[in-house]
Nanobody
Framework: QVQLVESGGGWVQAGGSLRLACAAS????????LGWFRQAPGKERESVAS??????STTYGDSVKGRFTISRDNAKIYLHMSSLKAEDTAVYFC??????????WGQGTQVTVSS
């Protein structure tokens, strides 16, 4: 059973930084893509960043390029967020997608950026 457990959300002032962590367990993740999505009230869930487990290659959403960095360390992935803006306020979800397109989600963690 795949489990994704997020931590590190909270409140921060605009311009500040925050780091989210996701502990992944339940299987080996070779061939998986892990990443972060976010969903703000009244908006659709959007992809923020992803990382390929095997190669470490990364992708970013246009709205966070240059400000967010995704990384992996053993069985955890991280999202380093800097220069935060009020529009970054959302629930952030850790996600994993297998090579056969099976998706798993964490429970989400709230990030609130105050202007």
């Amino acid at each position: 059973q795949v489990q994704l457990v997020e931590s590190g959300g909270g409140w921060v002032q605009a311009g500040g930084s925050l780091r989210l962590a996701c502990a992944a367990s339940g299987r080996t993740f070779s061939g998986y893509i892990l990443g972060w999505f976010r969903q703000a009230p009244g908006k659709e869930r959007e992809s923020v960043a992803s990382i390929r487990w095997n190669t470490g290659s990364t992708t970013y959403g246009d709205s966070v390029k240059g400000r967010f960095t995704i990384s992996r360390d053993n069985a955890k992935i991280y999202l380093h967020m800097s220069s935060l803006k009020a529009e970054d306020t959302a629930v952030y979800f850790c996600a994993a997608r297998s090579s056969s397109n099976v998706r798993y989600w964490g429970q989400g963690t709230q990030v609130t950026v105050s202007s």
